[in-house]
């Protein structure tokens, strides 16, 4: 089975590290701090990686070969129970050109959370390393007011919570960008800026879900129940489409391995067209071969967009319909606040009804 690492306490230590992108630049310096603070206030011990104030790297915060030798050591040692990871960003893949997931596989497990560019880690830690890992909130998320979803993210890393369900509502991106382009910007200092504050939700979550027969995807009423078992395994989809073929690839055994798997997926700067390929290239590479559903989050550029007639739901429902598989749309996954924090790796049974979500770990 996929291993589980032991669940995190106060007293415990966490190891915070830059392995993509990290707080060397504000607001993310002044989110760090405050979320370390927090942290600590819990309890917790926070190790501070040499890298997350470096600054010499290109999209990344430092050269990747560092980057990756840092992360490496910080999930060897012993004295880091845990780690959170410093930020999402953009050349990841770079720096686990440098991992050696498969001696990971003799390591001692340890929860790595963190989301968006860290699916270049999380993705093999699962797939190559054969260990959990969860897809949440990166060390910044935790510099807001908590409220359920940073909870929630806590929670699993101390094995309190086992049942999460989808929030009622959302943060629709596009809707604050009208409001703030009828105010004019002026600088900001983050030395007295207040980011102790909760969400601003602005929108209703509406869960839209298919049912797929005769190969092609049918939107469910409200009163229709989805269920599906499985092990949770997916994240940004514009870092996993890129991994396809390559050596981080390790599908086609995972699925000989694991015969149900519900993916659970969502997208950042793919537009509607770019999102619907990236979803066909791994299609055609075999990922989906196992799928017994698929749990799609609120993708950040693509959502509610439209393209040529594409837009975000045909991206996914279109390509995948002809598999057979339930699909749960506009979940609270990925980049449009909030988020479920997800173990990917673990075994789970999700159900939806209507706008409500429910994953439940085994």
């Known amino acids: 089975m996929i291993k589980r690492p032991d669940y995190i306490k106060p007293g415990c230590s966490i190891g915070i590290t830059a392995p993509s992108f990290g707080p060397s ?16 206030e819990r309890d917790y011990k926070i190790i501070e990686g040499e ?44 720096t686990i050109t440098n991992v050696d997931f498969e001696s990971l596989k003799s390591a001692k497990p340890k929860w790595y959370l963190g989301y968006s560019d860290n699916t270049n880690f999380i993705f093999p830690l699962v797939t190559i390393a054969g260990v959990q890992g969860i897809y949440g909130p990166c060390i910044s998320g935790f510099a807001k007011k908590w409220e359920l979803p940073e909870e929630d993210a806590v929670s699993l890393l101390e094995g309190t919570k086992t049942e999460f369900s989808g929030y009622g509502q959302f943060v629709n991106p596009f809707t604050k960008q009208e409001e703030n382009s009828e105010k004019q910007e002026e600088p900001v ?21 298919f049912i797929c027969e005769s190969g092609r995807a049918v939107k469910a009423d409200a009163n229709t129940e989805i269920q599906m078992s499985g092990i949770l395994l997916g994240g940004c989809v514009d870092v996993l489409a890129n991994l396809v ?22 997208a950042c ?20 071969d196992n799928a017994k559903g698929f749990v799609i989050g609120r993708p950040l550029t693509a959502f509610n967009k439209e393209m040529m007639g594409a837009d975000h739901y045909n991206a996914v429902t279109d390509v995948v319909g002809e598999l057979g598989a339930p699909i749960i749309m506009d979940a609270d996954v990925g980049h449009i606040d909030p988020m479920i924090p997800v173990v990917m790796g673990a075994e789970a049974n999700v159900t939806a009804r209507g706008n409500e979500l429910e994953i439940k770990y085994l």
């Open 269 to 288: 700067d793919l537009t509607p067209m770019s999102y619907r390929r990236a979803i066909w290239n791994m299609r055609e590479a075999g990922w989906f």
């Open 51 to 94: 890298t997350l104030f470096k600054n010499d790297g290109i999209g990344i915060n430092t050269d990747p070969k560092v980057a990756a030798a840092e992360l490496m050591d910080f999930y060897k040692r012993s004295d880091v129970d845990a780690i959170i990871s410093a930020g999402g960003g953009e050349l990841m893949n770079e």
């Open 25 to 40: 630049s504000e607001p993310y310096r002044s989110m760090y701090f405050l979320a370390k603070k927090k942290l600590e």
């Open 189 to 209: 200092d983050y030395s007295t800026y207040n980011f102790d504050v909760p969400y601003e939700y602005n929108s209703e979550k509406v869960l839209t879900s």
């Open 245 to 266: 073929g390559t050596r981080f690839d390790n599908m086609k055994e995972f699925n000989k391995k694991y015969k149900d798997i519900i993916w659970v997926l969502e």
